[in-house]
Nanobody, 127 residues
C-alpha cells in the first residue's frame, strides 16, 4: 500500500519560499509518477505539477502555467520522497496542497489518474 504524507506547509509572506515534502513507501515508488494538486477556498482542486517515474531517459516534469519558473518538483527515491520547492510565492498560491501518486510512470494531469492521495498541507501566502 502506498500512502503519501505531506509536510512543510505554513504561512509565508509574498515573495517568500516554502518546500513541501511528500513521503511515501513501497519498493516500486521510484517507478510511480507523483503529482501535486492544490485547492483554494471555494475553488476546485487543480493540477500544480508532477514528476514522472524513472525510465531509461530519466525523469520528466510538468507544471501548470501559473507556477512555471517559480515551482520545482524533484524526487529522492532513496528517501521515498518527492519535493515541491515553491519560490516567489504569491497570495493566489494560498491553498491546501495535496500529493498524489499514480501507479504508472507517465505524468497525467487529471485527478482520476491518481490512486493514492495525502491529507493535504496548508500553504498561506499573506503579508
Amino acid at each position: 500500500q502506498v500512502q503519501p504524507v505531506e509536510s512543510g506547509g505554513g504561512m509565508v509572506q509574498p515573495g517568500g519560499s516554502l518546500r513541501l515534502s511528500c513521503a511515501a513507501s513501497g519498493p516500486t515508488f521510484a517507478s510511480y509518477a507523483v503529482a501535486w494538486f492544490r485547492q483554494a477556498p471555494g475553488m476546485e482542486r487543480e493540477f500544480v505539477g508532477a514528476i514522472s517515474g524513472s525510465s531509461w531517459s530519466g525523469y520528466s516534469t510538468s507544471y501548470v502555467d501559473s507556477v512555471k519558473g517559480r515551482f520545482t518538483i524533484s524526487r529522492d527515491n532513496g528517501k521515498y520522497t518527492v519535493y515541491l520547492q515553491m519560490n516567489s510565492l504569491k497570495p493566489e498560491d494560498t491553498a491546501i496542497y495535496y500529493c498524489a501518486i499514480r501507479q504508472a510512470p507517465q505524468v497525467k494531469l487529471t485527478m482520476n489518474e491518481y490512486s493514492y492521495w495525502g491529507q493535504g498541507t496548508q500553504v498561506t501566502v499573506s503579508s
